[in-house]
């Protein structure tokens, strides 16, 4: 028992140490930043070209860049003193973040950063720099695929009297019924169609219905609308 490692002792020596934090070289500081820098522009420039969104944010894509130099400077400063490493695990713990993510894959590129901040400040720039290479091809690569089949929204409001013909016309289109609303003067249903290509001309088809009032179609993504 006697050459069992006491955690309290380690701790009185790493405050007694605590100045070790000094012994972090500015060609490692620079090193480590700039790596997390490059890597964190690359992460930009694969976001905005790979980006399938509505609106590009360029602020939420500027984040990537200053996440990884944040995360590789807080791996520089814990990995010198175990008191430090403790204190900042305890100060993230308490960290909420609650700004709404809609697209899943958003969260890929965050953690992208965040690994690659971590590999950067731990010394692994072949790791960090390689690593992130394969992720760029990668997701360059899924992003040219084409999709055969998108989904959209198909919105119809419309009277009684269309209910008929309509409903001959959407058996055609092979649609599943989402929702429907009943008013007094009209009737409005949201459906869900899967279309292979860009021939949208069923809409125009839709619309000349006597009874139709309108009808909208929309890009439709997982729970949300682009």
């Not at 993510?101 to 010394?123: N, Q």
Request: proline share 1%; hydrophobic share 50%.
């Amino acid at each position: 028992m006697g050459d069992a490692i006491n955690f309290q002792d380690v701790i009185k020596k790493s405050v007694l140490h605590l100045e070790s934090f000094r012994s972090i070289s500015y060609v490692d500081m620079f090193l480590g930043l700039l790596c997390a820098f490059i890597i964190g522009l690359f992460i930009y420039w694969v976001y905005r070209k790979t980006f399938r969104g509505v609106v590009y944010s360029y602020n939420y894509n500027v984040s990537f860049v200053l996440m990884t130099m944040i995360t590789s400077l807080i791996i520089m400063t814990i990995s010198t003193n175990i008191v430090l490493s403790l204190g900042m695990v305890g100060a993230l713990s308490i960290v909420r973040f609650r700004t709404a993510v809609k697209d899943p894959l958003d969260i890929v590129y965050m953690f992208w950063a965040i690994s690659a901040g971590i590999a950067s400040g731990a010394k692994m720039y072949p790791l960090a720099l390689g690593g992130s290479l394969i992720l760029g091809l990668t997701l360059f690569w899924l992003s040219k695929r084409k999709v055969r089949e998108q989904a959209y929204l198909l919105i119809v409001r419309h009277t009684d009297e269309a209910t008929g013909e309509l409903r001959v016309q959407m058996r055609k289109l092979n649609t599943k019924l989402k929702s429907k609303t009943v008013r007094k003067d009209f009737v409005e249903i949201t459906v869900e169609i899967m279309l292979r290509d860009d021939n949208t001309a069923f809409v125009q088809r839709l619309s000349q219905i006597e009874g139709v009032h309108d009808v909208s179609l929309i890009n439709y993504s997982g729970d949300y609308a682009q």
